[in-house]
């Protein structure tokens, strides 16, 4: 039986978007278990097909339900696979407007959306950091957050990573923390893992922000200031929750690289002593270990909004667009955690 019903956006098209896309779908295990809708411009879809379809690996766009966005002449002649623009960059923002907007009005349980160039965005005047920035906009929620989950191959432990801060310059990320934004991506974090995880009663693992958590002051002054404080009162607050910290950036991810690929020296392969999640302050404190062990197995999900977002954790990877190798694991995975997501949001 098909359980979710989603709604998947090509993302800009002189990506590998369309490519990904169209090898997910060719994928039995994928199209059989959920309700799958494109949204783009299909026209672009064929040329994608017809380019790629001596590999055997893409569905044929004829095969799955479009809602199609068509675009002018002059526009589409200005789409370059592999060379993201103005043009690019329209088409993408108005698949995600339109997927979100047709959510919204209850036609789809969530959105997989495909990777976007900021850039392109910017390009064609549409100013946001990224695809999670607009989803709450539309959404009219304010208070979201930028969830990384990978299922490790190895050992099959999931790897949960929160960013605290997302899209802002390194040089803003100290201002832009404070107790407050701390607590709202905590309290966020926390429902998701209860809800839509099943954990009752999680161990997250937070992170300090300066070398060796400040190395009491001298290093930095955040945690002394107030990170330690807080963290203090917010465990003294919550009963069900353990929460660890603040854990120097550097060692932090120690024990998850154990938990993801296994304990060499042990024979069972099984490491125990990672947390359910982590919550990294700022975007590479947390994705440079994220892709690092689970790049393009990982998924990108937006939680706190009313319906179901996942995304793959790569790019638009303009530089393999149109060259037949983009792999669609991440995208597979994306839509995969959708489907789970959407059965425990029911449940
Ligand atoms: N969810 C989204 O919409 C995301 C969008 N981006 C956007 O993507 C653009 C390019 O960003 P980059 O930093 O270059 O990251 P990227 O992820 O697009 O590419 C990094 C490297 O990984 C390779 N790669 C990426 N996905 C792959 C796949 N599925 N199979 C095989 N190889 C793959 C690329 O060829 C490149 O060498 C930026 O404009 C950024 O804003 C980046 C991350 C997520
Ligand atoms: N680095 C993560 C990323 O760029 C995802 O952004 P978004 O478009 O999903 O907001």
Redo the contacts with the bound molecule.
């Keep these: 039986m098909k359980s979710s019903n989603l709604i998947i956006t090509m ?1 800009d098209p002189a ?2 978007g369309p490519e ?1 896309l169209l090898k997910a779908l060719k994928d039995p295990i994928i199209t059989q278990t959920c309700h799958l809708t494109v949204i783009g411009t299909r026209s672009l879809f064929e040329q994608t097909y017809q380019h790629l379809r001596h590999t055997g690996e893409v569905a044929d766009p004829d095969r799955f339900e479009m809602i199609d966005i068509p675009l002018d002449r002059i526009t589409q002649g200005q789409i370059i696979t592999g060379r ?1 623009n103005a043009a690019s960059g329209a088409a993408s923002f108005a698949y995600l407007e339109e997927a979100i907007n047709r959510t919204l009005r209850g036609a789809f349980q969530g959105i997989v ?8 965005w910017k390009a064609a005047g549409y100013n946001y950091p ?2 999670t920035e607009v989803l709450g906009q539309i959404a009219g929620i304010d208070k979201f957050g930028m969830l990384f989950v990978g299922r490790s191959p190895y050992t099959g432990w999931t790897l949960r990573t929160l960013l605290a801060t997302t899209h802002i310059p390194l040089n803003e990320v100290s201002a832009a923390l404070n107790p407050q934004l701390m607590s709202l991506k905590l309290d966020l974090l926390i429902n998701c893992l209860q809800q839509y995880f099943n954990i009752k009663n999680p161990q997250i693992v937070i992170a300090g922000l300066n070398p060796h958590s400040g190395e009491q002051g001298q290093l930095g002054r955040e945690e002394k200031d107030w990170l330690n404080d807080w963290l203090e009162t917010e465990q003294k607050q919550r009963y069900d929750v353990k929460l660890v910290g603040l854990i120097p950036p550097d060692t932090m991810w120690i024990k998850p690289a154990q938990s993801w690929y296994g304990n060499l020296n042990n024979s069972s392969n099984k490491v125990d002593n990672s947390a359910d999640a982590y919550l990294a302050l700022y975007h590479d404190q947390g994705l440079i270990p994220v892709k690092l062990m689970a ?2 197995q990982a998924i ?1 999900t937006t939680i706190g909004l009313p319906f179901i977002r996942t ?10 667009a149109g060259k037949g ?6 995208m597979k995975a994306a839509i995969e955690l959708a489907s789970e997501l959407i059965y425990h949001k029911l449940k």
Aim: hydrophobic share 35%.
């Design positions: 993302g990506g590998i990904i993201g959306t495909a990777p976007i160039a900021k850039s392109c990224g695809q790049f393009d990108n995304s793959p954790d790569h790019g638009t990877a303009f530089d393999i190798i983009a792999r669609a694991t991440s």
